[in-house]
């Protein structure tokens, strides 16, 4: 039986910043922003949006109403979760109307939430084979105005639906899968802003890769030759070529120039969203599939997880015959054209404006979000949702 992706969906906020624009206020030249770390804009969450109304807008888009009857899991991947003891899932799975006869469960671990959250669905629907699996990746990443890591923030979620029949993606059974205890980035439980050790992160991002792509290979019998691209996480869009490097020889020629433009294309849509953290390997998949017109049916793509603290994965698919008919690349390019720029002073005070944390009442105007699912306020300590076509 075949099991994977059938359906993608995504959402960003609204608002972002120019990084060139970001660059000029922090004094460093526009260059390293744009071709160091090689990000172009930041996705900017309003008040409104936070790790739930970001991935119920993501469902939103790809889910009808036989979806909603089948779907009898959520998993929902995030390091930016609202709450320490309800899941996220829940929430979403209330906001969206889904099946109440379902399991509703948060996962975490940096970026890698929303893998172990795929390779669980595929064991359930294994199991199950009627059964629809929501996979959510959501998260908001902060590090601090003018920290080294804020030219990499960023916020958006995916969302996958997980199936037997996949219409995008069947996924393999090969797979290789690695931890190690390393204090790259954490956020210690009384802190909204993430710690990283940037340049260790970037040294074991590498390792991982390299160490699990040897694995791989030894393991599946495949090489590079057999890949005609490789979707990577990418907290920035520099980090999967910086992986990719010291393995690229070993691909024919013309499979390394594929491996290369693919991977240019698979960084695009991240190139003006920025980290979404769990959501960010998918969001580079979706780019690939979306923005490359002539991929395939029967193209193989790797797709290679880090969630730093760490853990790594790397696991393959096939694309499904007339997979195209099944992305929504029209809805995402309006989606981004539709977004608003804006200054870095806005962008400074929208960052600074967080919920209180000291059990008053706060009432948010979400007239100005124009996502149909926005967090209207906290009352009595508990998060006031809204879905507006609901
Ligand atoms: N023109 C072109 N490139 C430039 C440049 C310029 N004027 N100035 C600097 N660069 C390049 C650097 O050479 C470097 O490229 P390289 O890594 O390929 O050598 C890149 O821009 C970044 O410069 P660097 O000095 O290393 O940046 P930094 O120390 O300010 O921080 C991160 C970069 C990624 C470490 C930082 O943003 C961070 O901590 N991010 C959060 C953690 C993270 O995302 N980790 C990734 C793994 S999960």
């Known amino acids: 039986m075949k099991i994977g992706i059938d359906k993608i969906g995504f959402y960003a ?19 390293k922003f744009t071709i160091g770390i090689g990000q172009e804009k930041m996705a900017v969450p309003p008040i409104t949006q936070d790790a739930v109304t970001l991935a119920a807008n993501a469902a939103s888009e790809i889910l009808d109403e036989a979806d909603k009857e089948a779907i009898d899991f959520v998993i929902f991947g995030t390091e930016t979760g609202v709450d320490s003891s309800k ?49 959510l990746g959501s998260d908001i990443s902060r590090y601090g105005i003018a920290t080294p890591g804020e030219a990499t923030q960023g916020a958006g979620a995916v969302a996958l639906l997980i199936s037997a029949d996949p219409q995008v993606m069947a996924l393999e ?28 992160s970037n040294e074991q991002y590498i390792a991982f890769f390299s160490e699990i792509w040897n694995r791989y290979k030894e393991k599946s019998g495949l090489g590079l030759n057999d890949f ?15 992986a990719l490097k010291p ?31 769990t959501g960010s390997l998918y969001l580079s998949l979706l780019s690939l599939l979306e923005l490359k ?37 029209a809805q995402h390019r309006n989606m981004f ?12 005070a929208i960052f600074e404006e967080t919920l209180p944390t000291d059990g008053s009442t706060v009432k948010l105007d979400t007239n100005n979000d124009p996502a149909d699912i926005c967090l209207a306020g906290i009352s009595d300590d508990k998060r006031q949702y809204v879905n507006k076509v609901k």
């Not at 054209?337 to 400074?348: C, D, I, L």
Request: proline share 4%; hydrophobic share 40%.
């Open 247 to 277: 393995v690229i020889d070993e691909a024919d020629n013309d499979v390394q120039e594929r491996l290369k433009e693919n991977y240019q294309i698979s960084t695009e849509y991240n190139r003006v969203v920025g980290n979404i953290y």
């Open 173 to 200: 059974d090969q797979s290789v899968y690695f931890t190690s205890d390393i204090m790259d980035f954490w956020r210690p439980v009384y802190s909204d802003k993430a710690f990283a050790d940037g340049k260790l």
């Open 337 to 348: 054209a539709s977004r608003k720029e804006v200054t870095v002073p806005e962008y400074e």
């Open 87 to 135: 899941s996220a899932a829940v929430y979403v799975h209330e906001l969206l109307g889904l099946n109440p006869y379902a399991r509703a469960i948060e996962v975490k671990q940096a970026c890698y939430g929303a893998t172990a959250g795929i390779q669980m669905a595929i064991g359930h629907i294994a199991m199950n084979p009627d059964s629809k699996v929501l996979v």
């Open 13 to 31: 906020p609204h608002l972002y910043l120019d990084m060139t624009k970001l660059a000029h206020s922090r004094n460093v030249d526009p260059d």
């Open 293 to 329: 017109s002539d991929l395939k049916a029967g193209s193989r793509i790797g797709m290679f997880s880090y969630g730093s603290g760490a853990v790594g994965e790397f696991f393959t698919g096939i694309l499904q015959d007339g997979f195209r008919e099944h992305l929504r690349a």
């Open 228 to 242: 005609e691209g490789i979707a990577f996480h990418l907290p920035y869009t520099k980090m999967g070529k910086k």
